[in-house]
């Protein structure tokens, strides 16, 4: 696989022009001149961004204080959560329903599923004035305040997803995943925020609905210690969330983390081994060489192996 | 020869040197960097993010071994690892380090250049329809993550990892009989 690999970059470039942004007329001349001013500063050293003033916001946003209350959803989610958060996960789901309206369109959480790192909020949106403004491509100029990608919040309708539709009362179900915060998420209170309803048929409607809700607290995660070595380093801790494995270890030579990253199986319990499935290799600032994998939207339970760079390691 | 001879008239501070670079490999340079922050930065953050490539070359010509590899590689390797870097910062995510850039002895991008015995591969690729050849490539030409894949394309991860899994399949199998009828 990796000969093959190999060789299918030798055309790559024309490739990946098809697949880039488009380059526009007059970059170049930007290009040129930013990088005229930056070798002309005196200071040399890595090139930084500076810290946008609306994470500022955001963390002034997480000390907010408003209590809210956790209850059952209204609505058996059930059905729409397992096939995006998998089958036992839906267990850890818990009930929101606080609302927000503007102009006829309400807004209610529903439902948020949260470990330390991720949470995913479900939410639908109503035309309560029937006007026909909902349908199933609504979707929004979308902002979650704690959230890094906020900056480019034009874009960030990519990460509302449309899960269910009902055009007789004119309501759509969405979901949207926060994630890429800096501090653990249990008991942290997050402002979902959405702005300016877009769809195909309608004129976008102009306006803010937001509502301030707490994550659970009580998932936490779990880990234990697997201490095994292979030829080349050693896996030496794994951590389970519902959700999620993330094995933890080191490798003598750090280089090797660049290329390796792809080599990683996963066998289930019942024997079946499936290959690249959400894996991810980062490399942590705790010395050279160590690696974190982790395996995201996986129930721990139903995994019983893991094959990393040809080495397979039986889990607890 | 020619990238020996621009590596050192960089090293004795040459701003020309560096001018005929960027005129040469911006398009590249872009066509990376564009791919994996399409749909995730604004022009102007891809366009910063070409710049820096070239300022890192600038400030840091030493690190560019020409022993290992032309320049045009070192530049696309360079160009991914800023992209992935700003993605990661975006995204909330740890960076890795640039100085960990380097030309692993497997990594894809090596055969960038190079355009020999790739044909038999090509018909394979282009038996992938769309758009799992452009997820293909964005899993191991440009080292995209199956959540940064998603972003990128507007899919769903799960959608990604299907995909990804079912065309490796489907291309080692094409590969087998294509070598068979040559």
Redesign the interface.
Known sequence: ??K??????????E???A??????EG??G???A??QE??QRKK?G??R?RLRPVLIAAAAVLLLSVSAAAVNTAVDLTPLIE?ILGEKAAAYVQGIQKTSIHDGLLLEVEAVYNDEENAYVFFTLTDTLAKGRIDENSAFDERFFN???V??AT?GH??V?VIGYDAEIQQARFYTNL????EKLGGKLVKLELSDLVNDTVETVKGTWSVTFRLNSNIKTTSYTLDEAFEGGIVETVEETPTRVRIKGYMDE???L??A??DCSLITAAGEE?????S?V????EGPGSFEITL??IIPEDLAAVRLWGHEFTLK | MRDEQLLKRLKSGD?QA??EI?ESY???V??????I???????ED???C???V???L??RPEKFKPSRGTLKTYLALLARSCALNRFR??????A?P?E?T?C???????????????SL??SA?DALREPDR?IF???????Q???AIA?CM?L???EI?NR??RS?GR??TI?QTLEVET
């Open positions: 696989m990796k093959m690999l190999e060789r299918l970059a030798a055309d790559a470039d490739t990946l022009s697949y880039a942004v488009p380059m526009e970059a170049q930007r290009i040129k930013m990088i930056k070798t040399a890595t090139v961004r096939p959230r890094v990608m900056p480019y874009y990519n990460d997803r994630y890429g915060v800096h750090p280089q090797a660049l290329s990253g792809h499936m290959d690249d499935l959400d991810t980062s490399v942590p600032n995201d939207g | 701003y560096l001018d960027v911006t398009r590249l872009w066509n990376v960097a564009g791919s922050l399409k749909n995730a930065a604004s022009r891809i366009e910063e070409v710049a820096d070239f300022v890192l600038w400030r910062a975006l995204s909330g995510s740890a890795v640039l960990e380097a692993p002895a497997e990594d894809v991008l090596l055969g960038l250049v190079r355009r020999e015995e790739s591969l090509f690729l452009e490539y964005r899993r191991h030409v440009l080292g993550k199956p959540n972003r507007g769903e991860k799960r990892s990804l899994y490796r291309m080692k590969l």
